[in-house]
Structure formats: structure tokens, C-alpha cells
């Protein structure tokens, strides 16, 4: 029986401490160069997130002004532009775009001044200041990912330019 035994382990293989530093050492390299990019389609699906709430928000308003026969309106104040109101049957709702797990906003409304869109019962837009919407990250870095959400002021037609 020990003879047997012997043979058995004997044939046992197994890989050195320097085998398995260096297959340590390949996956740290990879990690490494891989990581910047996880985390880049992180950033990018927030804005992505934040630019389609905010999207489905502003048709929202707009399907609500049509089918009502009411105006409903859309507000974003620079002083806070992580944050938005909407105004839908009379009734005014303030929303946050999406953010972090600890509750900090990520992503923002890019806004020199207050944006306010109002829409109309005949299925027009009014738009002040006049211009485009882009929702874009906090960090302000020109590398971030942005969409621009256009809002054609006659058909009030919300689209996302890019």
C-alpha cells in the first residue's frame, strides 16, 4: 500500500510560486488597463440614464399639455441644476437626475441660466432662454460623455441630438 501511494503522488503536478506570481502580475496589467474604461461606460450609462428621465419627462409635459388642454411646464434653475421641476395637471414635482450610491448627484442639466419650457394646449413649445438641453456630468471634465436634448418650439417634438 505505501508503494502505491508513492506512485500517486508522485504523479501530482503543480504549479512554482514564480508560475503564479507571474500569472498574478498578467492580471494586475490587465485590470489596469482595462479599468479606466469600465469605469468610463459607468459615467456613461449615468448620463445616459439622466438624459432619458429627463427626456421622458419633457414628452410627459407635453403629451399631458395636448391631451388636457392644459399648459404643463418644465423648469430647471442653474442654483441647482442636479435637480428639476415639472408641472403636470396643475400639480408641481421636483425630480433628481441620477447619482451616486450615497445619494451625491453625478449628473446635471447644463444651464447658464434658469431654463423654463412651457408647453402648450396646441401642441407648442415655449422655450426660455431659446436653445438646446444638455445633461452632462458634475465633474465638468470636456472628456465626459453629454447628450443635448433638442425641443422644436413649433411641434414641440423632444429628440435627442446626441
Known amino acids: 500500500m505505501p508503494g502505491r501511494l508513492r506512485s500517486v503522488w508522485s504523479d501530482e503536478r503543480g ?10 502580475l498578467i492580471m494586475v496589467i ?44 418644465f423648469e430647471v434653475l442653474s442654483a441647482n441644476p442636479s435637480t428639476y421641476t415639472i408641472e403636470v395637471d396643475g400639480n408641481t414635482e421636483t425630480r433628481t437626475l441620477p447619482g451616486d450610491d450615497q445619494g451625491t448627484p453625478k449628473t446635471k442639466i447644463v444651464a ?12 407648442s413649445a415655449e422655450i426660455d432662454p431659446a436653445g438646446n438641453i ?12 453629454a447628450h443635448t436634448i433638442q425641443i422644436n418650439p413649433i411641434t414641440s417634438r423632444v429628440r435627442i441630438v446626441n
Open 15 to 24: 504549479f512554482s510560486l514564480a508560475e503564479l506570481m507571474l500569472v498574478i
Open 112 to 123: 447658464a441660466t434658469d431654463i423654463t419650457i412651457t408647453f402648450h394646449s396646441d401642441g
Open 30 to 73: 490587465v485590470f489596469g488597463i482595462a479599468s479606466p474604461t469600465f469605469f468610463g461606460a459607468i459615467e456613461s450609462r449615468r448620463v445616459d440614464s439622466a438624459t432619458n428621465q429627463v427626456v421622458a419627462d419633457l414628452r410627459l409635459a407635453q403629451s399631458q399639455a395636448t391631451n388636457r388642454l392644459i399648459d404643463s411646464s
Open 134 to 145: 444638455t445633461v452632462t456630468t458634475t465633474d465638468d471634465d470636456p472628456d465626459d460623455p
